[in-house]
């Protein structure tokens, strides 16, 4: 399990850069992000999120932050056994499509993939003040 830190900081695939970043408000709130340049290898990103209680809130677009485009798909949260989830998946672009949800209770759980397979390597959100990544995938964040 990873603690995120709230607030902004600079993370790879918001510079130009493949991959997902994923950053943290007060109160449990989360926004994920996924881009990669017109040359990258990946082609098509995926993901489930998921809690072990509720979303109190659910946003895609991220409040005109990051618009979803043609062919993104991203599924409003759905009960599951023992809790609640979250999936998405679309072709790969150089904008920043994306969503921002609240979870009731920590820590929230991340499966996010590249081309159909775990990407760990492609994750990236704030720990310590500096970009973090996860070792394994799926993962769990959690907030202080």
Do not use: N
């Given at each position: 399990?990873?603690?995120?830190?709230?607030?902004?900081?600079?993370?790879?695939?918001?510079?130009?850069?493949?991959?997902?970043?994923?950053?943290?408000t007060?109160?449990?709130?989360?926004?994920?992000?996924w881009s990669a340049p017109a040359a990258a290898a990946i082609k098509e990103f995926s993901g489930t999120i998921w809690t072990a209680q509720t979303f109190d809130s659910f946003a895609t677009g991220c409040s005109g932050d990051c618009m979803v485009q043609p062919g993104q798909v991203i599924g409003q949260p759905m009960a599951t056994a023992g809790g609640m989830r979250i999936d998405f998946h679309g072709p790969a672009v150089t904008t920043h499509p994306g969503f921002e949800f609240s979870a009731t209770a920590q820590p929230v759980f991340w499966q996010l993939m590249g081309d159909g397979h775990p990407r760990p390597d492609l994750v990236f959100f704030s720990a310590g003040g500096a970009a973090a990544?996860?070792?394994?995938?799926?993962?769990?964040?959690?907030?202080p």
């Open positions: 399990m990873y603690t995120i830190a709230s607030g902004l900081v600079p993370l790879p695939p918001t510079m130009g850069a493949t991959g997902f970043a994923i950053t943290a007060a109160g449990g709130g989360y926004r994920v992000i990544s996860p070792t394994t995938d799926p993962f769990a964040l959690t907030q």
